[in-house]
């Protein structure tokens, strides 16, 4: 298994980066992947983004130790299921202990629970964004007006699980990627003449070849490639995990 990983902060930004993303074990074979990208008209838009990394940081490390010392494993939707469960709770916790505005806690949450052993996945898009599993990819986009999480703290989660839709259940998993919406803002930002290369060619260039695969740095490479020789760089932050099994 080879994890690889980028975040960048797109030409239009200038003083932060508003997405993050974690990779951290929830037991045995089990891989908690996320990718979160703040709201530009929310406020500090950064902040959002870089709490539901560190709560699901905290999340996935219970969870670990608890399938360690119980033997025990959840099937992959339960999984799934009880990280977003407490990180629903941990989220309307910090808005009400420290005062939270709901535009203070607006970000868009792809999350992905992978098997490594059976290659098997569940992967649920929270707002916008883009999936790529073995070559296939799948685009969530809302229109510019993302159903944020931060939305629906004041509702009960099992109210707000059940009318989610974007979900992928994934099989024979091989190569799998999860991007925020960066994936498909790239335009011209070095002077002079370069080839061409659409947004077909940005995701097969960062979410599906595989040269370079050898360094932990592959996607930083691939990027710097896409600038020196099609001149092109994302407007805006891009946030990008790929694992290859």
Not at 99 to 121: F, G, N, R, Y
Not at 180 to 208: C, K, M, N, W, Y
Not at 212 to 237: F, N, R, V
């Amino acid at each position: 298994m080879k994890p690889y990983s980028l975040l960048q902060i797109g030409t239009f930004h200038t003083t932060h980066c508003e997405d993050d993303l974690i990779t951290a074990e929830v037991g045995p074979g089990r891989l908690l992947l996320a990718v979160m990208d703040g709201c530009t008209m929310g406020t500090d838009s950064h902040l959002p983004s870089t709490l539901c990394a560190k709560l699901l940081r905290k999340i996935a490390r219970e969870l670990d130790f608890a399938a360690f010392r119980e033997r025990q494993t959840m099937d992959l939707p339960d999984l799934q299921h009880t990280i977003l469960q407490r990180l629903f709770e941990e989220l309307r916790f910090l808005q009400n202990h420290i005062q939270l505005e709901k535009s203070e806690l607006l970000c868009t949450l792809i999350l992905a629970v992978l098997d490594v052993k059976t290659k098997t996945a569940e992967v649920i898009v929270v707002g916008d964004g883009w999936v790529d599993c073995n070559g296939i990819g799948t685009e969530f986009e809302q229109d510019n007006r993302p159903d944020y999480l931060g939305y629906h703290l004041h509702e009960g989660f099992e109210q707000w699980y059940a009318a989610q839709t974007q979900r992928l259940s994934l099989a024979d998993v091989h190569d799998l990627s999860i991007a925020s919406d960066g994936i498909l803002s790239f335009q011209q930002a070095v002077v002079g003449e370069f080839p061409a290369l659409d947004s077909e060619g940005i995701v097969q260039t960062l979410l599906r070849d595989k040269a370079g695969s050898a360094s932990s740095t592959m996607l930083q490479a691939q990027l710097k490639h896409i600038a020196q020789h099609h001149g092109q760089k994302p407007t805006d932050d891009l946030a990008i995990l790929r694992i290859v099994l």
